[in-house]
């Protein structure tokens, strides 16, 4: 039953599912902006096209006939997708999922207006006068984001008025494809934050994987654990929100969930359609399938039977301080001769200033204060130096 999946954008994320669909035979052509990018290094085959020039995008599905399209990334002609639906492909999980959840505008519309989940109060604003405008409305403190980009690109909190202009040119330069716009969050004064791995099937129920917790600096995730600390009556809330949103949004596959969790509930915060960068942890062990398999199971109607805690684990990134074009790494020795530790290099051709080039991952027996564990994962990552 091998099928062909055309894979849109090749991080590490994709890499990973990429090395999932080989091992049970199917075949991947990994499809991004540059050459040698992390799953086109273990993939059948691979394109490099801008995915936002939807010509482009077409001549690549029509060359290539897949089963399955499977994006990574939020830069791609998205609005083809109901076309390729037409045509017969499955776009994973669907064409309205990648399309809403592209746009942080369409999401976040979806989850307050329609589903009436509880979020943060927001506003967009499409100019920096308009941002001032949105900011004076919500309130200071507030974050600010694109509605298209990825990693916590383009992300700032503004703390004063004097932040604003800045903040309008950091999201700018930040988005991705052609959409200049932000969307302005009030701040929420949240106690901790988690991702909850949330798996669609088409032949059985929506599943839950055991709460994620994660740190962020820069918008980006630095640490994430599993199992997270959560009450039952916040996981409760959270798997319902869960179930609405991605039950709305239709199709099959893993989606990572984002909640803050705060003295007055649970907040509903972003949505991501494929794997989560925060669910590299189950790259530890934690879970019976990673999050990669699991995408890819309900992606071809496997049936899931259950998600299962394994261990409890923890990622740290590895990060690069510098510029470079050919990038090497030292203390790898170091990082191998710890126990109950292992790490991930993505295989990117060039680095930048705080670029995530690896992971470093630990795990210990269930019970163990997670604490414990995101501390060893750090001191694993600091071993790992990226070097110019």
Same mark, same amino acid.
């Not at 998205?78 to 309205?96: C, H, L, M, N, W």
């Not at 019970?367 to 604490?371: C, K, L, R």
């Given at each position: 039953m091998q099928k062909k999946i055309l894979l849109l954008g090749s991080g590490e994320l994709g890499k990973e599912f990429v090395i999932a669909a080989q091992r049970i035979g199917q075949k991947v052509i990994a499809v991004d902006s540059y050459e040698n990018a992390p799953a086109m290094q273990v993939a059948h085959g691979f394109e490099v096209i801008n995915m936002l020039d939807g010509a482009a995008l077409d001549a690549i599905v029509a060359k290539h006939k897949p089963d399955f399209i499977v994006p990574e990334i939020e830069a791609i002609r998205? /609005? $083809?997708?109901?076309?390729? =639906?037409?045509?017969?492909?499955?776009? %994973?999980?669907?064409?309205?999922a990648a399309n809403f959840t592209m746009n942080r505008k369409a999401i976040r519309d979806l989850a307050t207006k329609d589903l009436s989940l509880r979020t943060a109060n927001y506003r967009y604003a499409t100019s920096a006068e308009e941002l001032q405008k949105a900011v004076a409305e919500v309130g200071i403190p507030c974050v600010v984001k694109p509605l298209m980009s990825s990693s916590g690109k383009g992300q700032s909190t503004i703390k004063t008025e004097a932040d604003i202009e800045k903040a309008w040119k950091y999201a700018v330069e930040g988005s991705r494809g052609d959409v200049v716009e932000v969307i302005v969050e009030a701040f929420v004064n949240f106690n901790s934050e988690?991702?909850?791995l949330?798996?669609?099937?088409?032949?059985?129920?929506?599943?839950?994987?055991?709460?994620?917790?994660?740190?962020? /600096? $820069?918008?980006?995730?630095? =640490?994430?654990?599993?199992?997270?600390? %959560?009450t039952d009556a916040a996981m409760a809330e959270a798997q319902d929100m869960a179930r609405k949103v991605t039950e709305a949004l239709g199709g099959a596959g893993l989606f990572g969930v984002e909640f803050f969790l705060a003295d007055e509930g649970v907040y509903f915060s972003e949505l991501s359609p494929r794997p989560h960068d925060t669910g590299m942890v189950t790259l530890a062990g934690t879970q019976n399938f990673n999050e990669f398999e699991l995408h890819l199971r309900a992606i071809l109607s496997l049936s899931i039977a259950e998600v299962t805690l394994e261990k409890a684990g923890a990622s740290a990134v590895i990060l690069a301080s510098g510029n470079s074009d050919n990038p090497t790494f030292s203390g790898i020795e170091k990082i191998a001769a710890l126990p109950k530790t292992d790490f991930r290099l993505f295989g990117k051709p060039t680095s930048r200033p705080y670029r995530r080039m690896g992971v470093a991952l630990v795990s210990d027996v269930i019970?163990?204060?997670?604490?414990e564990i995101v501390q060893k994962s750090k001191i694993a990552a600091a071993l790992i130096n990226v070097n110019k």
């Open positions: 998205t /609005e $083809r997708f109901y076309d390729y =639906e037409k045509q017969g492909i499955t776009v %994973v999980p669907s064409a309205k988690i991702t909850l949330t798996v669609t099937q088409n032949n059985g129920p929506t599943l839950f994987c055991p709460p994620i917790g994660h740190r962020q /600096e $820069r918008g980006d995730y630095q =640490e994430s654990w599993q199992p997270a600390n %959560v019970g163990t204060p997670v604490e």
